[in-house]
């Protein structure tokens, strides 16, 4: 199980990439074009259209060039005339419209077949063979009687009425000839001369004239209309290799973040740990773009951040802050960046703590926010079989999950301090608390609960990969990931805000561009499970990106 658990695991994150799903769109939208162009060609430009293509055209006679050859032909029924032929032609026809069709062209520009350096002698009609790639179908008999009845040397002008043979190198065909649907023949044609004295730039065979509101197409080449079975599926094959290789470098460079750099100004960002190290993140990509830029991060609460500042915001200062209900001056120019998601966590031996206590046990489906609420109560004024952390008052996280979990502004700040883990505290045998206490970070948060059997607490999703015996609960049946917290089902995401001055140094302009661009807030969030941009959300969620 765990091999195809991490199998589909890859698959998605495969699925969820950018730059194949780009790749197949572009794929995707070239081949419904190109369905698209062949429809319309067919069914509304071309929809009158013949085929002529040349099947064989070899010399005959090599060996005793005054050899005659008698072909059925004269003039009474079942007699023979003698023609000198020198070569032969099979030209095949076949109706590729999606109309009834005859060979009827436009005024003064009749249809006609040349056969250069060539006299035709004689035509025949034949049975059409069934060529790959090619239109058509094989005729009844009857209906292959009647062509030959309609096509003959007289009737393409060969025949003078004498009962003589013109000497002509052009061949017409009559006009009262029609095909039907995916009808398809072949025309024997038997020529004096071998059109082996072409120039380079002539050929064997030409075709002349329009249809009358329709088109003819000479295939001139065939063997290439043969060997489609095997050029066909290597050109699908090429065309998607080429499409995804545009769509994966179309992807790449939309969503590769470009930094404009500067210079090497410094830029102090200070404030919330919990975008902490988001920010460090986005410092990390522009500095590879723009090595001389120096970019200091602090992470010491929003709180503290706010109060070290007082009324003024230095120019090359970024103060990262939990829009929590903070106090913050108006002369300070805030830009909203997205959510980070925080979790309920608890030691993995929590729930079995508390369920020796029915009061306290889970409920089916997780916690409610007010539930979560009554617990830090219950934790403050009494004795329960648990110990509910909170954290330092000046923390931005603190105050949101408060007002979350709908406490009094004195139940987390009436804690005392958490003691120390002792030095012999292992994951095998955990210490144990209750009551409740806080600590300075989320660090040290996250540090007492993988040490304390019954502990519980808050901190953002992304802290946790680092504490084994610490796990995120389930709210009111609703996970702290990416797809709960944008259908609205999961609440505990915090809104983060970066303030700056408001004329920030031509650093921090720079930094911030970076940082709010949709290729590395895309790169973030990939990065960053509990990170949504701004541009992600929508619906009642994308109200915490507002502008206070």
């Known amino acids: 199980m765990a091999f195809l658990d991490g199998f589909v695991a890859d698959l998605n994150r495969v699925i969820d990439n950018r730059e194949v799903a780009t790749a197949v769109s572009t794929a995707a939208l070239l081949g419904v074009c190109t369905g698209v162009y062949r429809l319309a060609d067919r069914y509304l430009i071309h929809r009158r259209l013949v085929s002529v293509t040349p099947v064989f055209d070899q010399v005959v006679n090599k060996e005793e060039p005054n050899l005659t050859i008698s072909v059925t032909g004269g003039q009474s029924a079942g007699s023979q005339e003698s023609h000198f032929v020198q070569s032969f032609v099979i030209l095949r026809f076949a109706n590729a419209g999606t109309e009834k069709v005859g060979f009827q062209s436009e005024e003064f520009d009749r249809f006609r077949i040349s056969f250069p350096h060539r006299h035709v002698r004689v035509v025949k009609v034949r049975e059409p063979e069934e060529l790959s790639g090619e239109p058509g179908r094989p005729l009844s008999s009857g209906r292959l009687d009647e062509l030959r009845a309609a096509i003959t040397s007289t009737t393409c002008g060969l025949r003078e009425e004498n009962g003589g043979m013109r000497d002509v190198s052009v061949l017409t065909l009559p006009d009262n000839v029609t095909l039907g649907r ?37 295939r001139r080449h065939a063997w290439w209309h043969r060997v489609w079975r095997t050029t066909l599926p290597v050109l699908l094959v090429a065309t998607l ?187 095998a045998a955990p210490a144990t608390r209750t009551g409740s206490c806080d600590v300075g970070s989320t660090q040290k948060m996250l540090d007492y609960i993988n040490d304390t059997s019954n502990a519980i607490g808050f901190a953002e999703i992304d802290a946790l990969e680092q504490y084994p015996n610490v796990s995120a609960l389930s709210i009111d049946g609703a996970k702290p990931d990416q797809a709960d917290v944008l259908d609205g089902s999961y609440t505990f995401a915090v809104p983060e805000y970066l303030y700056t001055a408001q004329t920030p140094s031509v650093q921090v302009r720079s930094f911030l561009s970076f940082l709010q661009s949709p290729a590395e807030t895309a790169q973030l969030a990939d990065q960053d499970a509990g990170f949504i941009p701004c541009d992600e959300l929508s619906g009642s969620v994308a109200g915490d990106c507002e502008l206070p």
Not at 265 to 291: I, K, M, N, R
Not at 380 to 400: I, K, M, Y
Request: proline residues 4%.
């Open 241 to 427: 290799a080429v499409s995804f290789g545009v769509g994966a470098l179309t992807a790449h460079r939309a969503l590769t973040p470009r930094a404009a750099c500067v210079g090497d100004l410094q830029v102090q960002v200070e404030g919330s740990t919990a975008f902490a190290h988001v920010v460090a993140e986005a410092a990390a990509d522009y500095t590879q773009q723009c090595p001389s830029a120096k970019i200091v991060i602090t992470a010491d609460g929003s709180a503290k951040a706010i109060s070290d500042h007082g009324d003024s915001l230095e120019q090359d200062t970024i103060l990262m802050v939990d829009e929590s209900g903070q106090s913050v001056p108006a002369s300070w120019k805030p830009d909203p960046i997205g959510m980070v998601i925080f979790a309920v966590v608890a030691n993995n031996a929590f729930a079995e703590t508390v369920s020796t206590d029915p009061a306290f046990e889970i409920p089916q489906g997780g916690y409610s926010a007010v539930g979560i609420g009554g617990l830090y109560r219950e934790a403050a004024s009494g004795s329960v079989p648990f110990v509910a952390v909170g954290r330092s008052n000046g923390s931005g996280t603190a105050l949101e999950f408060a007002k979350w979990a709908g406490l009094d502004g004195g139940v987390l700040q009436s804690a005392k301090s958490c003691p120390a883990i002792s030095a012999s505290s292992t994951a």
């Open 182 to 218: 995916r009808e398809a023949f072949q025309l024997a044609v038997f020529l004096s001369g071998t059109g082996n004295d072409l120039g380079p730039n002539e050929y064997k065979i030409e075709v002349r004239g329009e249809l009358k509101q329709g088109k003819f197409v000479f």
